[in-house]
């Protein structure tokens, strides 16, 4: 069973703020957010993650609703290298399961000039 | 740059072959993980060595085998090659064991095209 539900697709005008939704209703109290991006056939890129508090770093911020069943991306000024399929992935905190990430179909952002 | 590299770049082989995958983590890095991206199945994790050791066993297949070397690096073997096995393998590396706080950075990939 798929743990995360996100559009197959969103575009975003360049230079404005990129809000990528992640819908993990099912969560747990001990499992992780993870967001990672692909922009085309490279390698998967970390980009942030957390557990309940919103957290911000260099390349984007995650919001994460005080119920924890959801969680936005944010790319504050998408640029056209912000063009990749990006994924949330929920990740258990220890035990089975907790040493893979499981991708799902993720969403290709389009960012247009 | 991730730090991961993965050598080669690109492999062409034929059915029925044999072929090896090497992937050299970040430095300090002492997990190392393999995934496969093929079209119909998207990324799939495959299996996870921590130290010389299998920590963890995803998908994959018994044709499939890997192992991590003292110096950490580690490769993945693929024999009696199929065409379904045309994929980007990639490899990822993380400092710990794989506990949910320690991030996995990946590889550029090895892509695969069995003929």
């Known amino acids: 069973d798929a743990k995360t539900t996100q559009p197959p697709s969103m575009d975003c005008a360049e230079g404005r703020a990129a809000n990528l939704p992640c819908n993990h209703s099912?969560?747990?109290?001990?499992?992780?957010v993870y967001w990672y991006r692909q922009i085309h056939s490279q390698g998967p890129q970390y980009i942030i993650h957390?557990?309940?508090n919103n957290e911000t770093n260099e390349m984007a911020s995650l919001i994460i609703t005080e119920d924890r069943k959801s969680s936005t991306l944010i790319l504050p000024h998408a640029t056209l290298r912000d063009t990749a399929v990006y994924y949330c992935?929920?990740?258990?905190?220890?035990?089975?399961?907790?040493?893979?990430?499981?991708f799902g179909k993720g969403t290709k952002l389009s960012v247009i000039p | 740059d991730s730090g991961v590299t993965q050598t080669p770049k690109h492999l062409i082989t034929a059915t029925g072959q044999r072929v090896t995958l090497r992937c050299s983590p970040r430095?300090?890095?002492?997990?190392v993980y393999w995934y496969q991206q093929s079209l119909d199945q998207g990324l799939q994790f495959l299996i996870q060595y921590y130290n010389g050791e299998e920590r963890a066993k995803g998908n994959i297949l018994e044709r499939f085998s890997a192992q991590q070397f003292p110096d950490l690096h580690s490769e993945l073997n693929l024999s009696s090659l199929e065409l379904g096995d045309s994929a980007l393998y990639f490899c990822?590396?993380?400092?710990?064991?794989?506990?949910?706080?320690?991030?996995?950075?990946f590889g550029p990939g090895t892509r695969l095209t069995v003929l």
């Open positions: 992935i929920v990740r258990p905190r220890g035990g089975a399961g907790s040493y893979q990430l499981t």
């Open positions: 099912t969560i747990s109290g001990n499992e992780y």
């Open positions: 957390g557990l309940k």
């Open positions: 430095s300090g890095d002492l997990s």
């Open positions: 990822a590396s993380s400092v710990l064991a794989g506990i949910s706080t320690d991030t996995q950075y």
